[in-house]
């Protein structure tokens, strides 16, 4: 739900209080009909969620403020840097070594070469919370 259809401001901070306090998949599934979050809905999010404290920032800062988020990532990871996204996952690069594999079709070995891949290791909260979900899922079933 987003913050236009309310009737009052003081409805709608009740509302997203309530989301702040309640789970992940709550906070989620809430406010998105869909199983894919784009940047747009994650932007109203994050913007309605950090209204109820401050008002006064705009969604142009939110979106700045991602923006800016995802651009530091992206330099820090390129660069062979790590990122720990606190609660959500940690985010790195790893080398791998040249091997050799087999061409499927064939079965001729092929050599590939060595290169960096990035990793995504989920936090141990993400994990957490996505088994809660899992387990609330089967009891309803």
């Not at 997203?16 to 994650?42: D, Q, V, Y």
């Not at 404290?53 to 979106?63: C, G, I, N, W």
Request: a positive charge; charged letters at 25%.
């Amino acid at each position: 739900m987003h913050l236009h259809k309310w009737k009052t401001m003081r409805k709608a901070k009740a509302y997203f209080h309530g989301l702040r306090h309640n789970s992940l998949s709550n906070l989620c599934a809430a406010p998105i009909k869909r199983s894919c979050m784009n940047k747009t809905e994650l932007i109203a999010i994050v913007h309605n969620l950090v209204a109820i404290d401050h008002p006064e920032v705009s969604k142009k800062a939110v979106a700045a403020t991602i923006e800016t988020l995802s651009e530091v990532i992206v330099a820090t990871v390129s660069g062979g840097g790590e990122v720990v996204l606190p609660n959500v996952a940690k985010v790195a690069l790893k080398s791998r070594d040249a091997r050799v594999g087999r061409n499927p079709r064939t079965g001729e070995a092929v050599q590939i070469p060595a290169k960096r891949v990035l990793k995504f290791t989920a936090a141990k909260a993400l994990k957490d919370a996505v088994a809660q979900h899992d387990a609330t899922q089967e009891k309803t079933a």
